[in-house]
């Protein structure tokens, strides 16, 4: 770890170097038997903002309606999570979500943005520090894979009260187990108790589904082919982006959307100096996002280490706010 003074805050500095770990994880999940990407690599700079443009779109319910419950819920939520709490995003982002939590919190110890994005975490924490320059909101930001260790950065003020913060449904692009392992994760980092606020969204008509992640305008599309521009970029690969299409569809037995990129053609795609071959109709699985009951959140929390103490959902049960606690 390092740490650079970046204006008026300190940037905590764990990401791995970016060029050997993405060319080892791209090229590890292009070699198996059903080739995968990480959905981690969408988020270069086109990819960020083209995520932001799906957000908008009317075809994606998840976010206004995890923004709509937020605005519905926040006196009740920042009771709930009680006096002074240290909050810790995990993949921060805008940070438009975050205001609506900070707004309301009993006179925070600190907010820590978490990001492996570098400059737009530094972006995002400077505008969270302008924001918030009237209550002197000490801003920690700290560049890192969130799932891999850390340490979390001690605030001005001492507090027990530890929050993480996982909102989007970010969560559903783990697998259970890996949800397991997840929360486990982060009372190994907390050191102590803690509480975790997420986004979950919910299983619900496959129609709803497969259409916010078919958007008419062709938004998610392109911001699935970006991942294929982004390795074509930073390893030097020539996929052809022509080659390619998105598919994305509810895969009912696992409770998930799949996102895939579907080979037109069989083809020999080169990132470096290694071949990738290509048969007509294979695919590269790009992300998978898991819906979820109330049994299927117990179940995973429960296994974590945590148990789910509220729920808060809109009205049409589309998607959930949820607070768990470390058992």
Known sequence: MKTTSIGP???????PTRESSFRTEVLHGLSQKKKAIPCKFFYDERGSRLFDEICELDEYYPTRTELAILRTYNREIARELGARPLLIELGSGSGNKTRLVLDYLDDPAA???????????ISSAALLLDAYADRGLEVLPVCADYTQDFDIPRARRPTQNLVFYFPGSTIGN???????????????LARGPCAL???ADLKKDRTVLELAYNDRAGVTAAFNLNVLTHINRELGADFNLD?????????ERDGRIEMHLVSTCSQIVRVGDVT??????ESILTEHSY???????THIATRGGFRVDRVWTDEKSLFSVQLLRSA
Do not use: C, Q, W
């Open 9 to 15: 805050f300190t940037l905590y500095d764990y990401a």
């Open 111 to 121: 907010y820590v943005p978490i990001d492996i994005a570098r400059e737009h975490l």
């Open 174 to 188: 783990l697998s259970p187990e890996e949800a397991i392992r997840f929360l486990a994760h982060l009372r190994s």
């Open 197 to 199: 606020l997420l986004g």
């Open 243 to 251: 080659r390619f299409r998105h598919r994305s569809f509810y895969n």
């Open 276 to 281: 990738i071959p290509f048969t007509e109709g």
């Open 291 to 297: 819906k979820f009951s109330a049994d299927d959140m």
